[in-house]
């Protein structure tokens, strides 16, 4: 901890397609939590949101498959968790929707969810209210996507950032300092956006994975070997 503050509880939550879980999907988690420490958070745990299968992006694997992959990725971890709330719904949840429930349920001592249990057993003491802050970690791209027309709410947007706050890890090819400068709106909030740089970049995305696999090229050490072992036996991302 830098200082002598009292640290603020955080949990980080990442929502996206995991098709398939990359090694630099549990990077972004390990990149933000040294950033967060070092500004006085307590980083008690982290959440993988895959989405729902209406999502329906062109080669999205079932979010059951998806989720088996997940679950094999943070094997190594033991901070990381994943949450199937998403994939579970009628139908694809907005950020917004995935992160008003998750903050509901992590404040919530009794809650039955597995993630939930696992990140209050991080906390030794269990006084009420929690007070459990939850952040949305991103890569750039996912920032840079709230200027699609049509593709984010701006009330969202608002509410993502004000009460929740982002985490965003650079990326190829972005340039989110830009970006925001560029938003009215971000530039107004941004003193609830952290950016944190990878200096140790690397170009890894699960399209890359996808097409590597398609092309039968190794994608060996870019993700776990569990997750290409699952992806062998179940045949997936062949064509
Ligand atoms: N190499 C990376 N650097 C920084 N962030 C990343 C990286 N790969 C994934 N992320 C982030 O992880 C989150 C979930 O990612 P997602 O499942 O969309 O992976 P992706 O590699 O971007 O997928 P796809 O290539 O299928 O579009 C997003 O916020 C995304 O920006
Ligand atoms: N309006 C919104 O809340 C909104 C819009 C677009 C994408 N998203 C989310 O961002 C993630 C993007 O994932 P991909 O990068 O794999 O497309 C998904 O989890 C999706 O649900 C949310």
Same mark, same amino acid.
């Given at each position: ?9 955080? !949990?980080?939550?990442? #929502? ?26 307590? #980083? ?10 209406? *999502? ?13 992959? !997940?679950?094999?990725?943070?094997? %190594?971890?033991? /901070? ?6 998403? %994939?579970? @719904?009628?139908? /694809? ?39 459990? =802050? ?26 993502? !950032?004000? =009460?929740?706050?982002?985490? !965003? ?11 925001? *400068? ?7 909030? @941004?003193?609830?956006?952290?950016? #944190? ?23 060996? *050490?870019?993700?776990?070997?569990? #997750?290409?072992? *699952? ?6 991302? %062949? =064509?």
């Amino acid at each position: 901890m830098s200082s002598c503050l009292k640290p603020t509880r955080t !949990v980080l939550l990442a #929502v996206g397609s995991f098709n398939p879980p990359t090694n630099m999907h549990m990077r972004i988690f390990e990149l933000a939590k040294d950033f967060l420490q070092k500004n006085d958070h307590e #980083v008690l745990g982290g959440i993988i949101s895959p989405v729902h299968d209406q *999502y329906a992006k062109k080669g999205l694997v079932s979010a059951s498959q998806r989720c088996s992959m !997940v679950k094999l990725a943070i094997e %190594t971890s033991n /901070w990381i968790n994943i949450s199937e709330w998403e %994939t579970q @719904q009628e139908g /694809w949840s907005r950020t917004a929707e995935t992160l008003r429930f998750h903050k509901t349920a992590l404040n919530d001592i009794h809650s039955e969810y597995e993630w939930a249990k696992q990140i209050h057993a991080k906390m030794p003491d269990k006084e009420s209210p929690l007070n459990i =802050n939850l952040k949305l970690l991103c890569g750039a791209d996912l920032i840079e996507s709230f200027a699609v027309p049509g593709l984010w709410k701006d009330e969202d947007i608002q509410d993502i !950032v004000c =009460n929740y706050g982002l985490v !965003v890890i650079s990326r190829s090819g972005s340039n989110p300092q830009l970006f925001i *400068y560029e938003s009215d709106l971000l530039t107004r909030l @941004q003193r609830n956006i952290s950016i #944190v740089p990878e200096w140790i970049p690397n170009e890894i995305s699960s399209t890359k994975i996808r097409r590597a696999l398609r092309r039968e090229e190794s994608v060996r *050490y870019l993700i776990s070997d569990s #997750v290409l072992n *699952y992806i062998q036996s179940n045949h997936l991302y %062949t =064509n």
